[in-house]
């Protein structure tokens, strides 16, 4: 008797079971105890056939039962032997040109490979993030994706699609095409609450598999309105990032909500200086007549050496050319936005007061 191990589903399955196959080379059905991958196998090696069988089998049993038509041929068997093996039930069609052994879609491993498939999908949601080694999740939950308008029905297996999944977004883990990390997090935003959500997020960052940054990042370049999630995952990475997480022009509306809040004159936003002309560059607010800037710095543009040099460098242009120059952050109009509006006024009324030259524009 000959065995040929089982090694298909060694992350959901002990990898010391083995596949016993009949005398046509396929699995049968059990002799004895409740093990379904316990088959008896015989096979007579003169027989083109049988050795094409042979070698399908153990081709399925090294990719968790799964095998698809294209690598069947390739393997030297005929369309028509599929054909009768489906008939005979010694495999089992589970959609356009794949085909599984009977009693292995019994792991997550074997479905997922079953399906991404025959779907033409990507591992999502929980099952890739337990393939990135996530954990704390719904295990029933066996989840890939596919485009819309894609085939999206599965038996076992929960079928999203999607309009802006791209392939950078993905990566490969044990054989099977994955949404990356930071994708993954962001899916899992639309389905979990915002407790295991948390956990996830805190997980994949502890095991230096993404930053917050980088999630952050992510979210920003799909996050378009009415998407699932987006609010959650953003108010817990703003928890996590403060004010690195707001954008520019986020924290630059804050500002002139404040400002207008305090009853102050709203000034002109994105306003072009004559002496950063050469640079191509703007402000984020002025008050253009009193030569008054305010900068509205978050930490996720204005972090970087590179940022620091050129922020130091419109400093001395600005102040050269007789502008004050403000600068505020999330954690001021947040935590201290009575001194924002007290700084602003300030330097309002010294301009008011002094005497008020020509503005350079």
């Known amino acids: 008797m000959l065995w040929l191990p089982y090694m298909g589903a060694t992350a959901f399955r002990s990898s010391t079971e083995s596949l016993r196959l009949d005398a046509g080379g396929f699995p049968a059905r059990p002799t004895t105890g409740n093990n379904p991958l316990h088959f008896r196998f015989r096979i007579s090696n003169g027989d083109g056939v049988e050795n094409a069988a042979k070698e399908l089998m153990a081709h399925a049993a090294s990719n968790a039962g799964v095998v698809s038509r294209s690598e069947a041929l390739a393997l030297g068997v005929s369309s028509s032997s599929l054909h009768r093996w489906v008939e005979e039930g010694r495999l089992v069609k589970v959609g356009t040109g794949v085909y599984v052994l009977p009693g292995v879609l019994t792991s997550e491993r074997s479905l997922l490979r079953a399906a991404t498939a025959a779907l033409g999908a990507v591992v999502s949601h929980e099952s890739a993030a337990r393939l990135h080694r996530l954990d704390g999740l719904d295990p029933k939950r066996v989840t890939v994706t596919v485009p819309v308008r894609r085939s999206n029905r599965f038996a076992a297996v929960i079928v999203h699609q999607s309009t802006d999944l791209v392939e950078p977004e993905t990566t490969e883990v044990e054989g099977l095409t994955v949404t990356d990390v930071p994708r993954t997090i962001i899916d899992l935003a639309a389905v979990l609450t915002k407790q295991p959500l948390a956990m996830a997020v805190d997980q994949a960052v502890r095991m230096k598999l993404s930053t917050y940054e980088e999630i952050a990042g992510r979210l920003e370049a799909t996050a378009r309105r009415g998407k699932p999630g987006v ?79 050129l922020d130091r460098h419109r400093d001395n242009l600005a102040q050269l050319a007789g502008w004050i120059v403000l600068r505020i952050t999330w954690g001021d109009i947040t935590n201290r936005p009575s001194y924002v509006i007290r700084t602003i006024r300030r330097a309002l009324m010294r301009r008011s007061s002094s005497h008020i030259r020509e503005p350079q524009h």
């Open 231 to 309: 609010v959650k995952l953003r108010g817990l990475l703003s928890v996590r990032l403060g004010g690195s997480f707001v954008s520019d022009s986020a924290l630059e509306t804050m500002a002139l909500q404040l400002i207008e809040s305090a009853g102050l004159s709203l000034p002109s936003t994105q306003y072009r200086p004559s002496w950063l002309r050469r640079v191509n560059g703007r402000v984020d607010l002025a008050y253009v007549e009193e030569e008054i800037i305010v900068e509205c710095d978050s930490m996720r543009w204005h972090g970087t050496e590179e940022s620091f040099q």
